[in-house]
């Protein structure tokens, strides 16, 4: 049964980059068929694709947070890491990582972590 | 992008009954919808991939159909434990995107 759990800080200042790592396991992060996402959800909001990473580097990133994201791996870890630079109070949110498939549906998702960006 | 609509955005209903829900997208998706369930505090749940397929371990009262701007989600005899908001994902292009959500609750 894969696993995922998102750690990281739980509080950014505004301005400042907020940085998540997600752990995988029960399963093999190497493997060509998946990716490996983030997810945000402000409270009582929807759900919003931030992007993804292949474990060969390939990214893809949401256009409204391009500038500001960068996603990488380390498969000898079995992590993957989620950047955010110069965030405001409009990033606060629960992020959670994610596994997809082929097909960019998410078979897999950790728990969640909650972030605020406040002073 | 392409935007995702669901309707109705909140519905009440008691255990048993049937409860359909619509997904519309701005464009044509082919088959390239999913839909996952969200209980309060919890991550998502996958419960339909490619419109109409069973992700496995999902009870069979779940049941998606549709294709290219349309689809719909419908549980066929609610249970306790389906009371939770629901969410349609396009994987036709990206961005991935998600509907604005469904909410189930007791009647």
């Known amino acids: 049964q894969v696993q995922l759990q998102e750690s990281g800080p739980g509080l950014v200042k505004p301005s400042q980059t907020l940085s998540l790592t997600c752990t995988v396991s029960?399963?093999?992060?190497?493997?060509?068929?998946?990716?490996w996402s983030w997810i945000r959800q402000p409270a009582g909001k929807g759900l919003e694709w931030i992007g993804r990473?292949?474990?060969?580097?390939?990214?893809n990133y949401n256009p409204t947070l391009k500038s500001r994201v960068t996603i990488s791996v380390d498969t000898s870890k079995k992590q993957f890491s989620l950047n955010l630079s110069s965030v405001t109070a409009a990033d606060t949110a629960v992020y959670f990582c994610?596994?997809?498939?082929?097909?960019?549906?998410?078979?897999?998702w950790g728990q969640g972590t909650l972030v605020t960006v406040s002073s | 992008d392409i935007q995702m609509t669901q309707s109705p955005s909140s519905v009440s209903a008691s255990v048993g009954d049937r409860v359909t829900i619509t997904c519309r997208a701005s464009?044509?998706?082919?088959?390239?919808l999913a839909w996952y369930q969200q209980k309060p505090e919890k991550a998502p749940k996958l419960l339909i991939y490619?419109?109409?397929s069973l992700q496995s371990g999902v009870p069979s009262r779940f049941s998606g159909s549709g294709s290219g701007t349309d689809f719909t989600l419908t549980i066929s005899s609610l249970q306790p434990e389906d009371f939770a908001t629901y969410y349609c994902?396009?994987?036709?292009?990206?961005?991935?995107?998600f509907g604005p959500g469904t909410k189930v609750d007791i009647k």
């Open positions: 994610a596994r997809g498939d082929s097909g960019d549906y998410v078979d897999y």
């Open positions: 994902q396009q994987a036709n292009s990206f961005p991935l995107t």
């Open positions: 990473i292949y474990t060969s580097g390939s990214t």
């Open positions: 490619a419109a109409s």
């Open positions: 029960g399963g093999s992060i190497s493997s060509g068929s998946y990716y």
């Open positions: 464009q044509g998706i082919n088959s390239w």
